[in-house]
């Protein structure tokens, strides 16, 4: 059993919500839904700071002392956090670049 299981899992969950919430902006902005794709984002935006605490706080554990267990499992979470980062930041360029050819 992996020591960190449920953080694992927790990164999981929030980096799948905030990819899922960018992508839905991305999609948004294509319909010139500009509210709905800023609102998407801003879901993103707050799905992948919970990730990020959850990570800050494993980090500052291993600083003070207490290894991370490093996992199959906790790798892929961080890369699949990482790249939910990567793509809501993406999401918001597509979201400027909709609106900025709409006007």
């Known amino acids: ?16 919500n905030g990819r899922s919430a960018a992508m839905e902006a991305i999609q948004a902005a294509k319909k010139q839904d500009f509210d709905l794709a800023r609102k998407k984002l801003k879901e993103a935006g707050d799905a992948l ?21 490093i996992s199959l499992l906790m790798i892929h979470a961080q890369d699949h ?22 006007k």
């Open 49 to 69: 700071n919970e990730a990020h605490h959850i990570q800050t706080t494993l980090i500052q554990s291993e600083i003070g002392g207490t290894p991370t267990e």
């Open 81 to 102: 956090l990482m790249n939910a980062m990567t793509v809501k930041d993406l999401a918001k360029e597509f979201v400027d670049m909709y609106e900025r050819g709409q």
């Open 1 to 16: 059993m992996v020591k960190n299981e449920t953080e694992i899992f927790t990164l999981i969950l929030h980096g799948g």
